[in-house]
T-cell receptor, first 111, second 113 residues
Framework: DGGITQSPKYLFRKEGQNVTLSCEQNLNHDAMYWYRQDPGQGLRLIYYSQIVNDFQKGDIAEGYSVSREKKESFPLTVTSAQKNPTAFYLC??????????FGPGTRLTVT | KQEVTQIPAALSVPEGENLVLNCSFTDSAIYNLQWFRQDPGKGLTSLLLIQSSQREQTSGRLNASLDKSSGRSTLYIAASQPGDSATYLCAVSSNQAGTALIFGKGTTLSVSS
């Protein structure tokens, strides 16, 4: 089956700890994206990557970091510098004509 | 800065009714417009993609239209069913930011049997 996988589905961390969210796709898409969803706010762009070894900040990149060493993988690290990390995180990928496909999401809770 | 607005925020209809969800955007220089469905606690499912050169797309009981000049899109759902109950999200992309999407806040649809 082709698609996007995110793991884990639920993640709990203590304040001050860094945590890495996994995103893998087997759709052979060049572009990948990370969004954050908060109640009542809609989805907002954190980082995006259009090609391996290249990525760009989105609207709310502060406190987050990413890497894109392989076409299939685009992990997101939530650092201790992120002030409000509790949220639902969604990964997406796109090929031509840039129709985006989303993974099932990771719900991160930081206490 | 592009802004996307969806009206209404919530909608309740009886089964079998035809309905229209509205989406408006402030900058007409878009690359694509996508409609998604999201069930509670789940990821997004792509319903329809309309490229900037297109006026509408259809999939089964769904029809989406795009009027770039007026900054509007509508999603028409025919003969609604209880299984259509979900949040519907509209999103647009531009040639900037790697064609990342800018989302509206969604319309939550409830279809009663």
């Amino acid at each position: 089956d082709g698609g996007i996988t995110q793991s884990p589905k639920y993640l709990f961390r203590k304040e001050g700890q860094n945590v890495t969210l996994s995103c893998e796709q087997n759709l052979n898409h060049d572009a990948m994206y990370w969004y954050r969803q908060d109640p009542g706010q809609g989805l907002r762009l954190i980082y995006y990557s259009q090609i391996v070894n290249d990525f760009q900040k989105g609207d709310i990149a502060e406190g987050y970091s990413v890497s894109r060493e392989k076409k299939e993988s685009f992990p997101l690290t939530v650092t201790s510098a992120q002030k409000n990390p509790t949220a639902f995180y969604l990964c997406a990928s796109a090929g031509q004509p840039y129709e985006q496909y989303f993974g099932p999401g990771t719900r991160l809770t930081v206490t | 800065k592009q802004e996307v607005t969806q009206i209404p925020a919530a909608l309740s209809v009886p089964e079998g009714e035809n309905l229209v969800l509205n989406c408006s955007f402030t900058d007409s220089a878009i690359y694509n417009l996508q409609w998604f469905r999201q069930d509670p606690g789940k990821g997004l499912t792509s319903l329809l993609l309309i490229q900037s050169s297109q006026r509408e797309q259809t999939s089964g009981r769904l029809n989406a239209s795009l009027d770039k000049s007026s900054g509007r899109s509508t999603l028409y759902i025919a003969a609604s069913q209880p299984g259509d109950s979900a949040t519907y999200l509209c999103a647009v992309s531009s040639n900037q930011a790697g064609t990342a999407l800018i989302f509206g806040k969604g319309t939550t649809l409830s279809v009663s049997s």
